[in-house]
């Protein structure tokens, strides 16, 4: 992915983008809330970058999003037309764009923040953008996820 960039894509606009989407890596946070293992905030958000990605012209089927629980797949694929699944269900696909949902707030409970190999998996789907969507303070909370945070907003 470091020497590939959205605009080189056939089509692609990548002036189309807000800013922060335009970087081969870009970190959001949708100041969203934790329903058991959804944040429908954050799925919100996550259909509107989406849906961002799509009108700069790159195709839904170039677009993948991952998320750790099947509760917010569902939550997403209710608001996008594209391809989206769990980090063990996307293993061994990649897409153009890849969307990664945390869906934690507050702190990161669950037995998929624990392993960062299955973390590593969402983290290297992505051809030429990767977009991470979640809460600073609890991604921030554990030393792999407030890596992974630097990287990103560097």
Same mark, same amino acid.
């Given at each position: ?10 089509? *692609?606009?990548?002036?189309? +983008? ?21 944040? =429908? !905030? ?12 799509? !009108?700069?012209? $790159? ?5 993948? $999003?991952?998320?750790?629980?099947? !509760? ?43 392993? =960062?190999?299955? *973390? ?9 953008? #990767?977009? +991470?969507?979640?809460? !600073? ?5 554990? =030393?792999?996820?407030?890596? *992974? #945070? ?5």
């Amino acid at each position: 992915m470091a020497a590939q960039r959205i605009g080189d894509l056939d089509g *692609m606009d990548p002036d189309a +983008l807000p800013e922060p989407l335009r970087d081969p890596v870009a970190f959001v946070d949708p100041d969203g809330a934790r329903v058991g293992n959804t944040n =429908p !905030a954050e799925a919100d958000r996550v259909a509107e970058i989406v849906d961002q990605f799509v !009108a700069a012209g $790159v195709d839904p089927d170039d677009i993948g $999003v991952i998320a750790p629980f099947r !509760a917010q797949v569902a939550e997403i694929t209710r608001r996008v037309d594209a391809t989206v699944d769990t980090v063990d269900r996307f293993q061994g696909s990649s897409e153009e764009v890849i969307v990664v949902s945390f869906v934690a707030t507050g702190d990161l409970d669950g037995p998929i923040y624990e392993d =960062p190999r299955r *973390m590593n998996v969402a983290l290297t789907r992505a051809k030429k953008s #990767l977009v +991470l969507v979640g809460d !600073a303070d609890a991604l921030g909370s554990d =030393p792999f996820y407030a890596r *992974m #945070l630097d990287w990103a907003r560097r």
